[in-house]
């Protein structure tokens, strides 16, 4: 447990970034899916425009540090690729 003051701050620090970080990698789960599911469905308009709001979702979260930077040009990479291959 922590027993200095500034110890005792980081833990509340740490735990309001967590929250927020939290609430980011959620925020972003829910853009993939939605692209995931118009993929399922064979909708390809549907899963362009949700591409395009995940992509700048993902985008804002590494900006914001909540992931790395090659994670998600990893993620949005994979899954431009999964809609493109629709078309054909």
């Known amino acids: 447990m922590a027993n200095t003051n500034s110890a005792k701050k980081m833990v509340r620090k740490i735990a ?5 970080n939290k ?10 899916k939605k692209v995931e599911l118009a993929i399922a469905a064979g ?3 549907e899963a362009k425009t949700a591409l395009v709001k ?7 979260a590494v900006s914001n540090g909540v992931f790395h930077k090659n994670t998600g040009s990893r993620k949005v ?3 431009s690729a999964r809609v ?3 078309s054909a």
């Open 16 to 20: 309001r970034r967590t929250a927020v």
């Open 54 to 60: 995940a992509e700048s979702e993902m985008m804002r």
């Open 84 to 86: 493109k291959a629709m």
């Open 43 to 45: 909708n390809q308009a």
């Open 23 to 32: 609430a980011r990698r959620s925020r972003v789960r829910t853009f993939v």
């Open 77 to 79: 990479s994979r899954l």
